[in-house]
């Protein structure tokens, strides 16, 4: 019957299959196909709904152990008839993601085919799986794992689902077992959580919507979702989920369902949904640990959990969160608010008043306690997380660090330079030009300009001038020209990339080469300042902070976090940044932040404008950053952006030495109470020398003890040359002397404090440039974070 090898050939000839060999063999694997696939169609059953698709709670735990929340699968969901499903929902998720749905048989071939097709030319497309196989995969198998024996599973579930439920009823499983987002599962619980109305009630507008978040509500529910993922910001999620609900509507328009009338009144607007609401057990502080540690665990988990998945619940979550500390910080905030801030009474300066603050340990990066808000169920952003408050001079530490490690470059070379051509810059014998309305240059002396021509002339807080001043009395006393030009002489992307190092997020920095980039205009995070804070006193070593330990699902633990420690910068430079902000706290703006008993390195910031305040300390157990600003966030608000706080708790002016630096005494002294006063390591040698900068004229050599060779000359003939004129062209000058330059004398801005170009606009307010530079070098095309207009100035700070 089988006449192989042939018996009638040679050579190779007898290995080569006949055509009735190769046919029967292809008939035969065939047969058994279909026979295996129909023995498999017949064996399996349809599960039960119920059981697969019931959610579980998911418990949180401080990190003593002791419980947190239980929150999670409880939520949101009520199963409804299809009766109560509105056609125009029904009707949106057969035109977006299934259109052969009435007539297929639980699987479509040409479906997957063409998703694929379409996917492969950049396309909009269809899922390549069928409604009822998303029906299967939600509420039948609990198993989501991507294996092959899975996939054949749902493969003959789905068709045995096609075949033997009815249509009506498959849609009903369908909508009632999916997930929206916000916790909600099922349509009815959507519709709650989403328009706060029964999903009977649902426009066709409001359907497409909804329709379009079983894309992926992360990327498309118009609350953003950004500390998940920073793509899914609230901005971009609105514009994918605008984009997909107009298309929606256009395919139903397509498709039959909706007539031209229909589709007119319903693409009219998008139905912008409610801010999302939490649960009455998540307020307080509660809510915004629950979802920093939720974000912290779906984004480093490297996939296996969604946020799908998390909200089906089951999981135990073991967190960072010290529950002492979380309440000594919430305690510090409510008392500062309490004695101080008075909306009734000041209801022009108090009202919209936010506290942000987060505390982590430098050795390990454990978020120990966070303030994101006075509380979760009514204040829905975490303050604790990037809001778009400008840091002010709390950036100055990061300049510094980068002029001690990577140094100034050489004016006569050009503007990209290697170690051997820069001067690593000792705080202590450098000296800048700290005048107020200071004329800013590039590295090479050279005046520096924006892309419209204009000039920047760099203001001090309450016009202060200092003229000649260390590296570090500018720390102390929170100077601001000398560190715009310090920045310039380094280079602004050697400063961005020093402050990354030490642990901030790239995208919370903003793009450009301006001056006011190294005081402060980017807007990190509060947790993120206190990590990077806390580089310094780990003796330069980075830990990213985290929120999450372990996590545990069926007594098996599916995650737990590994320490990837990394040496960001040298002890030497950890030590010296630490010294410096020592005595930004013994002796300058920082005062008011002295703990009893130990040493506390910190630096205050004021933005411009007076639009936010901070103060961020450390003692070699913890690092904390403190925020304050106003901001109305309040539902419905179009004209969200940053309010002045003149007038603010009855102060003229909000400082970071007010009421951030006293929040973080009061949380800082109960929170190390009863703990060991550590010292900071002695600052180690530096290799670094002492540079002139700011067009100061480099110092004359000190005079000589050996007597005068002419003692006839008259001492009339040295003094008559003044100090601030250029010095002659045949003359060596130091290279970082740019009185060199003969114009440079003329308008360094020290000389005459400012008086020249500064005038017109008094300087006082805006960062002292002639007229504002273009905000197109600020981020994303905007004054610095894109909140107010002071994003290019930020810099007044005390």
């Known amino acids: 019957m089988i006449d192989y090898p042939r018996h009638d050939k040679y050579g190779w000839r007898r290995w080569v299959p006949s055509w009735k060999l190769a046919t029967g063999l292809c008939l035969a694997f065939l047969g058994s196909l279909m026979t295996a696939g129909t023995i498999a169609y017949a064996m399996v059953g349809i599960p039960d709904q119920d059981k697969a698709a019931a959610a579980q709670n998911n418990v949180y735990y401080y990190e003593d152990g002791s419980q947190l929340a239980a929150t999670g699968g409880e939520v949101n969901r009520q199963i409804i008839s299809i009766d109560s499903i509105p056609a125009d929902m029904q009707d949106a998720v057969i035109s977006a993601e299934n259109k052969t749905f009435q007539n297929d048989k639980g699987i479509d071939p040409m479906g997957i085919g063409r998703a694929l097709f379409n996917m492969a030319m950049g396309e909009q497309t269809q899922g390549g799986s069928t409604i009822t196989q998303q029906y299967v995969k939600n509420a039948m198998l609990g198993d989501q794992s991507q294996t092959l024996s899975r996939k054949f599973k749902e493969l003959f579930i789905s068709m045995k689902v096609g075949t033997e439920m009815e249509k009506p009823k498959i849609m009903e499983g369908y909508l009632n077992t999916s997930y929206y987002g916000r916790g909600a599962y099922g349509i009815q619980a959507a519709a709650r959580t989403y328009y706060s109305k029964d999903a009977k009630n649902l426009t066709a507008s409001e359907c497409a919507f909804l329709a379009s978040l079983l894309k992926g509500a992360t990327y498309y529910d118009p609350a953003g979702a950004a500390d998940i993922d920073p793509k899914a910001n609230a901005r971009d999620n609105t514009e994918r989920a ?34 999302p609401r939490k649960d009455a057990q998540l307020g307080g502080q509660t809510g915004y640990l629950v979802d920093l540690a939720k974000a912290y665990f779906i984004s480093n988990n490297d996939g296996g959990v969604t946020a799908e998945e998390l909200a089906k619940g089951g999981y135990e979550i073991h967190t960072t969160f010290n529950k002492a500390k979380v309440k000594q910080l919430e305690d510090a905030v409510k008392k500062v608010r309490k004695e101080n801030i008075d909306p009734k009474k000041r209801p022009e300066k108090d009202t919209h008043v936010q506290f942000g603050g987060a505390s982590v340990e430098p050795k390990t990066g454990k978020i120990v306690a966070i303030y994101g808000g006075e509380d979760a169920t009514k204040h829905f952003t975490n303050n604790a997380n990037q809001t778009g408050a400008q840091v002010g001079s709390t950036f100055k530490p990061f300049v510094l660090a980068a002029a001690m490690e990577i140094g100034v470059r050489d004016p006569s070379l050009g503007p990209d330079q290697g170690p051997d051509s820069r001067t690593r810059v000792d705080p202590d014998k450098s000296k800048y030009n700290g005048a107020n309305k200071l004329k800013i240059k590039n590295y090479d002396g050279t005046t520096w300009e924006n892309e419209k021509g204009e000039q920047w002339l760099q203001t001090n807080d309450g016009g202060e001038s200092y003229k000649d001043i260390t590296l570090r009395d500018a720390m102390v006393r929170s100077a601001n020209s000398p560190f715009a030009q310090l920045g310039m002489d380094i280079g602004i992307e050697n400063v961005r990339t020093t402050a990354i ?9 903003v793009d450009g080469e301006v001056p006011s980039f190294s005081l402060g205009i980017s807007d990190p995070s509060a947790i993120r300042m206190a990590g990077a804070y806390g580089t310094f006193a780990a003796e330069g070593k980075q830990s990213d902070p985290y929120s999450v330990t372990k996590v545990e699902k069926g007594g098996k633990v599916i995650y737990e976090h590994e320490a990837a420690t990394k040496q960001a910068f040298s002890s030497a430079i950890a030590s010296n940044v630490t010294d410096v902000l020592v005595d930004v706290v013994e002796d300058g703006t920082g005062s008011n932040a002295k703990l009893p008993g130990r040493k506390v390195a910190g630096k205050t910031g004021t933005t411009d404008g007076n639009k936010s305040a901070w103060f961020v300390g450390y003692t070699p157990q913890l690092s904390t950053a403190i925020d304050m600003y106003r901001l109305d966030d309040d539902e419905g608000n179009k004209d969200r952006k940053f309010l002045e706080m003149f007038g603010t708790g009855g102060q003229e002016k909000i400082h970071g030495a007010s009421f951030p630096s006293e929040i973080f005494k009061d949380y800082m002294t109960a929170a190390l109470k009863g703990e060991e006063a550590v010292p900071f390591p002695e600052p180690e040698p530096l290799d670094a020398e002492a540079v002139i900068g700011g067009g100061l004229p480099t110092p004359a050599p000190t005079p000589s003890d050996t007597p005068s060779p002419t003692p006839s000359q008259t001492p009339s003939q040295t003094p008559s ?4 004129q250029s010095p002659d062209p045949s003359q060596s000058c130091d290279r970082f002397d740019w009185t060199c330059d003969p114009t440079a004398g003329q308008d360094v801005g020290g000389a005459n404090s400012g008086t020249d170009a500064g005038t017109t606009d008094g300087g ?23 909140n107010d207009g002071g994003g290019w100035l930020g810099g007044a700070d005390s």
């Not at 039959?256 to 607007?269: F, S, V």
């Not at 190092?501 to 920095?509: E, F, H, I, T, V």
């Not at 040359?721 to 601030?724: A, I, N, R």
């Open 764 to 786: 006082a307010t805006d960062g002292g440039a002639t007229n504002s530079p273009s905000p197109s070098a600020g981020a994303n095309g905007t004054q610095g974070n894109g």
């Open 721 to 724: 040359q003044t100090p601030s």
């Open 242 to 275: 605008t984009k997909r609900w107009k298309w929606i509507l256009g395919e139903m328009l397509k498709d039959g369902h909706l007539d031209a009338a229909e589709h007119a009144e319903a693409i009219k607007k998008f139905p912008m949904p409610l801010k």
């Open 501 to 509: 190092r030490a642990g901030l997020l790239k995208d919370s920095l």
